[in-house]
């Protein structure tokens, strides 16, 4: 999962590529909104991939982000209690337990295909789900494995 804040025009990003244990591609979702900030952004992206997975019936996996201020203040959840997203990091750490969910950060050499995916959400504008992998994709799959 990852997330994309772009300042100018005050957009939120989301992209989001399911994968298997040996990296292959099963499904992916890109998710577009106006307002917030960049932490925002990352967290929504930790919500949306966990709420998107569990509902394709994926009850257990490893949630991967390159954000580590969002990684971090989701592992640490009990000392949020007056940041600005507080709620939402409850919500997510609450899923993440009830759901035996790992979240582990990652360097973002290793997170193209999510980056891609919520650039491409950006260039469409638009929320979707996809069947199949968008042109371009593939050899980021390919990277990202290498990359382990």
């Not at 990852?2 to 244990?21: E, Y």
């Amino acid at each position: 999962m990852d997330g994309s804040f772009f300042k100018d025009s005050f957009r939120l990003c989301v992209g989001g590529v399911l994968c298997d244990h040996d990296g292959n591609w099963i499904a992916e979702f890109t998710h577009f909104a106006n307002g917030g900030d960049a932490l925002l952004t990352e967290l929504r992206a930790i919500q949306l991939g966990i709420a998107s997975y569990y509902d394709l019936g994926y009850t257990y996996f490893i949630y991967e982000s390159d954000c580590l201020e969002a990684t971090n203040l989701i592992l640490n959840v009990t000392n949020v209690s007056l940041h600005v997203y507080a709620s939402m990091l409850l919500e997510i750490s609450d899923a993440l337990h009830k759901r035996a969910i790992n979240l582990v950060h990652i360097s973002k050499e290793q997170n193209m295909c999510v980056d891609f995916m919520a650039n491409k959400g950006a260039y469409f504008a638009s929320s979707a789900h996809w069947d199949r992998p968008p042109d371009g994709l593939e050899s980021l799959l390919l990277r990202d494995n290498l990359a382990l």
